[in-house]
C-alpha cells in the first residue's frame, strides 16, 4: 500500500478530515490547467492533500501550515516517507503568525473555519488564486438550524457571511462549487 492510501485509512480510521475525493479531483484538475508551481496551504493535518498537491507534474512548492505540533509532526514524516521533504515545506505555525514575502500561484485554506476571513485577508496579496474547501460545512451553511451546539452555530455564521462577502466584493471573481464539503474559487 503506498503512502497515500495509508494516509486515507489512518485519517478514516483515527477521524481526521481530509479533503473529500471529488473536492481533491477538482482541485487537482485545477493545479494541472492552471500549471500551478507553488502553494500555500493552512491546515496540514497529516499532509493528505499537501501529497496529493504535491504529485502534480507542475508543483515544485509547497509551503503547509499546521498549528498543531503533533499533527505537524505527523505530517513531516508522512511526507518524508514519501520522499517529498524537498517539495513540501511543513510549518508548525499558525497561519495568522505566519510572515511571508513569498508569492503563491495558490492559497489554500483548509484550517480553522472560524479564521477563513482573516486567512484570505492576511494572504491575499501574496496569491493569485484561492481554493477554500468546508464553506458548506456538512450542510450547516445553509441550513444553520440543523445545530443546537452555539460554537457550531457562531462558526456557520462566520462562514456564511465570509462566503457571501467575498461572492459579493466585485474586486474578486468566484465560483462556488457543491463539492465534497462546498469549494469556492477565488481569483483577483
Given amino acids: 500500500m503506498d503512502v497515500i492510501s495509508e494516509l486515507k485509512d489512518y485519517a478514516e480510521s483515527n477521524e481526521v478530515p481530509i479533503i473529500q475525493d471529488d473536492a481533491l479531483a477538482f482541485l487537482l484538475e485545477f493545479i494541472a490547467e492552471h500549471n500551478i508551481v507553488s502553494i500555500l496551504e493552512i491546515g496540514t493535518a497529516i499532509g493528505y492533500s499537501a501529497l496529493q498537491m504535491s504529485m502534480q507534474p507542475s508543483v515544485k512548492r509547497i509551503v503547509s501550515l499546521e498549528r498543531n505540533y503533533g499533527l505537524a509532526q505527523i505530517a ?15 510549518v508548525n505555525q499558525d497561519a495568522l503568525d505566519y510572515q511571508t514575502a513569498e508569492h503563491f500561484d495558490l492559497l489554500f485554506i483548509d484550517g480553522a473555519k472560524a479564521q477563513y476571513q482573516r486567512f ?10 484561492v481554493f477554500v474547501d468546508n464553506l458548506a460545512f456538512h450542510g450547516l451553511v445553509e441550513n444553520p438550524g440543523g445545530t443546537t451546539n452555539r460554537h457550531t452555530r457562531n462558526l456557520v455564521k462566520k462562514l456564511a457571511k465570509f462566503k457571501s462577502d467575498i461572492i459579493s466584493d466585485d474586486n474578486y471573481h468566484c465560483k ?3 463539492l465534497g464539503d462546498g469549494i469556492l474559487l477565488i481569483s483577483k
Avoid at 484570505?120 to 488564486?129: C, E, G
Fill in 76 to 90: 513531516k514524516m508522512n511526507i518524508k516517507r514519501a520522499k517529498k521533504s524537498k517539495c513540501i515545506e511543513v
Fill in 120 to 129: 484570505f485577508d492576511r494572504f491575499i496579496a501574496n496569491v493569485d488564486y
Fill in 176 to 178: 462556488y462549487y457543491n
